[in-house]
C-alpha cells in the first residue's frame, strides 16, 4: 500500500486480474479524496474522487472505496491491463481557507502480460 | 478537456542562471498551482494563485517566485538555479477555489541544473 514516505512500494499483477492499491490519508477532516495515475514521463491524469460522505464510487473498470474510521482510501481496477501499468498516487482535500490538496508518495503497479 | 500545457519537456541549466517555467491553461480556470516532484516525497507545493496578479506561498516556496499577469498564464521563476532544484516541475489548474475541485496537470518539465 501507499504512505507518505521516502520508498515508492510497487504492486505486480498479472493481466486480466484485480488490482487493489492503498492509500492511508492524515486528516480525519479531510472530505474530498482523489486517485490519480501517472504514466512515465507524463503528468498525473485524474481517474476518480469521492466525497467523505460517500464509501464507494464506481467509475469504468475502477472503484474507490473510502473507510473514514481507519483514514483509508483503496482504488481498485478490475481486469487489469498492460495500460494499467503506473504509478497511482491519492490525494486528500485538507479543507481551510486554502482547501490544499496533500498528496501521497505513490504506488507503482506493475502488470505481468 | 481542458489542457495545461508546459512549454518545455526538458530543461538543462547551470547553477546561478535565472530559469522561466511557464505554463498556460486553456479553460479559464481561476486556481493555478506549481508543484515539484522528487522520487519518495510526492508532490510538493511551491505556489499558488487564485486569480491575476494573486499569489500565495505553498510549502516550499524558497528559491522560487512566480507571476501571474493573465489569467491563462502561470509563471515559475529560479532566480538563481541551484543544484537542489534539479527536480520535475508540474503546473496544475483548477477551476474555483471551491471544496471538491480535482486540478488539471500538464506534462511536466525535467529541470536539470548542472
Known amino acids: 500500500g501507499e504512505s507518505v514516505g521516502l520508498h515508492l512500494p510497487t504492486l505486480s499483477v498479472q493481466e486480466g486480474d484485480n488490482s487493489i492499491i492503498n492509500c492511508a490519508y492524515s486528516?480525519?477532516?479531510?472530505?474530498?479524496f482523489i486517485w490519480y495515475k501517472q504514466e512515465s514521463g507524463k503528468g498525473p491524469q485524474f481517474i476518480i474522487d469521492i466525497r467523505s460522505n460517500m464509501d464507494k464510487r464506481q467509475g469504468q473498470r475502477v472503484t474507490v472505496l473510502l473507510n473514514k474510521t481507519v483514514k483509508h482510501l483503496s482504488l481498485q481496477i478490475a481486469a487489469t491491463q498492460p495500460g494499467d501499468s503506473a504509478v497511482y498516487f491519492c490525494a486528500e482535500n485538507f479543507g481551510g481557507a486554502t482547501n490544499k490538496l496533500i498528496f501521497g508518495t505513490g504506488t507503482l503497479l506493475a502488470v505481468q502480460p | 478537456d481542458v489542457k495545461v500545457t508546459q512549454s518545455s519537456r526538458y530543461l538543462v541549466k547551470r547553477t546561478g542562471e535565472k530559469v522561466f517555467l511557464e505554463c498556460v491553461q486553456d479553460m479559464d480556470h481561476e486556481n493555478m498551482f506549481w508543484y515539484r516532484q522528487d522520487p519518495g516525497l510526492g508532490l510538493r507545493l511551491i505556489y499558488f494563485s487564485y486569480d491575476v496578479k494573486m499569489k500565495e506561498k505553498g510549502d516550499i516556496p524558497e528559491g522560487y517566485s512566480v507571476s501571474r499577469e493573465k489569467k491563462e498564464r502561470f509563471s515559475l521563476i529560479l532566480e538563481s538555479a541551484s543544484t537542489n532544484q534539479t527536480s520535475m516541475y508540474l503546473c496544475?489548474?483548477?477551476?474555483?477555489?471551491?471544496?471538491?475541485?480535482?486540478?488539471?496537470f500538464g506534462s511536466g518539465t525535467q529541470l536539470s541544473v548542472l
Open positions: 496544475a489548474s483548477r477551476e474555483t477555489g471551491g471544496p471538491n475541485e480535482k486540478l488539471f
Open positions: 486528516n480525519s477532516a479531510s472530505d474530498y
